[in-house]
Each structure stands twice: as C-alpha cells, then as structure tokens.
DNA sequence: CACCAGGTAGATC
DNA sequence: GATCTACATGGT
C-alpha cells in the first residue's frame, strides 16, 4: 500500500488505525476458513480490510443507508456535506468535510429534502440534535462493551438492530458485530440453513459459528453474497 | 407502472 | 415480544 503526501508521524497517528494495520489478517482468515464456505468467502475478499471510521460520521451515514442503495447513499453524503460542511481546497479543487452534529441539527427541512434524504431527514436531524446537546456521544459509545453500545445507539432515531451493527462494527472497534442485511440474510440462509428465518436467529448462529470475528466473517460473506448475487 | 435498494418506526395482536 | 405496513427517492 502507498499513501502519498502523508508523514510518518500522521501514517501513526491516523492511517494505522483507520486501516486496521494492527489487526492479524492472516491469522483471522486461517480461522475463519475453517468453514469451508468461510474458506471460499475469504479466496474471494482476499485483501478486504474493517476500516475504523468516525463515529459520528459513521452514525449518520448508516441512518442514511437503511431501505436505500449504495449509489444513492454515497450521493445523499456528498450533497450534504457539500451543504452543511466545511469547504476544504487542495490543489485548486474543492473539497468538503462531514458536516458537525450542530450544523445536521439547525438544517431545515427543506435543505435536508433537497439533499435527496428523503423520509430519513428527520431522523438525521433528530439524531444530530440529541449529539449536539450532548444527549449522547459517538466517542463515548465507542467505550462501551458491544452491548451497551447496542443498546444506546437503538435510542436514536433512524437506528434499529442492523444500523446500530453496522456502526459498532465500523466504527467502534466491535469485531463481534454481525450486520444481517438482505445479503447477508440469503447467504446465511443459502448455505448454513436451508430455508428463510428470523433476523435474530440468524445473528445466534453467526455468534456461536464465527464468535468475536463474526463481523468480519459478515464482510467476507457479504461481499461473497454480492458479487455472486446468492440467493437472487 | 410495479418493484427494488446495505431497514426502521409505529401500530397492532 | 413477534408480526405487519408505510415510508421518500431515484433507478430499472
């Protein structure tokens, strides 16, 4: 890997924790492949890395990204960040950061609709104003066990059971967080069960198969699932 | 014009 | 608790 216009000391300071550099890959995936769908999960996402992304921006991204698509997602991040972030120039073109919980909590509707969030706009608001008062912290959640990081991100509006794995998993160091989305629900469906069952059950078997690198199995999976289209 | 996309909130039983 | 439905938006 090679990063350009970055220092030794801010390669220590951000990109080997941002990357996961520290985590043992080889050895997870040894593990792992064990399964013998995890085996061939793994051949297929050989170089796939858990990124440890902001928490805050990392919550809302994931409120953004329930019933919707990647295309759209990605779209709906830009322009509110373009709208409500801070404009960052770098060799003459523009870029901008995430926007901070006080500037998502004054957006009007109106701004947040033109944004393209649709329905989800109050729930990006609401959140943003329950972290701008100090209500809750992504940083401190961070600290907590999986758990009770669970169960504290479920009081935000726009963050159900697979939102709130989604952003343990992501952003808070919780490598036993299983997301079940509709991918990962047909791949676990498709090769471990045999026919459609609750969401819950799904995350059981997942904790007793992969226990605390569950979360990365899920990324292997989903990939996998993906590209592969398992199960559609 | 239906159906879908990295689910969730709110109502109901 | 478990189950059902509406939900903005843009693409196919």
Known sequence: MILENC?????????????????????????????????????????????????????????????????????????????????????????????????????????LKACGCGYRGAYIKKTAAMVAEGLISPYKIRELSYEEGHKTLLSCMGVGDKVADCILLFSMEKPEAFPVDVWVKRVMEYFYIGSPVPIRQIKTIAAEKFGKYAGLAQQYLFYYAREKKIGK
């Open 7 to 111: 220092s030794p000391e801010r390669f220590e300071s951000f990109w080997r924790h941002y990357f996961d550099l520290d985590r043992d890959y080889g050895e997870i995936k040894r593990q792992l492949s064990s399964d013998p769908v995890l085996k061939e999960a793994v051949k297929y996402g050989w170089g796939m890395r858990i990124l440890n992304q902001d928490p805050w921006e990392t919550l809302i991204s994931f409120i953004i990204s329930a019933n919707n698509n990647i295309t759209r997602i990605k779209g709906i991040i830009e322009r509110l960040s373009q709208k409500f972030g801070r404009e960052i120039c770098w060799e003459g073109k523009s870029y901008y950061t995430f926007p901070a919980p006080e500037s998502l909590a004054c957006a009007s509707e109106e701004d």
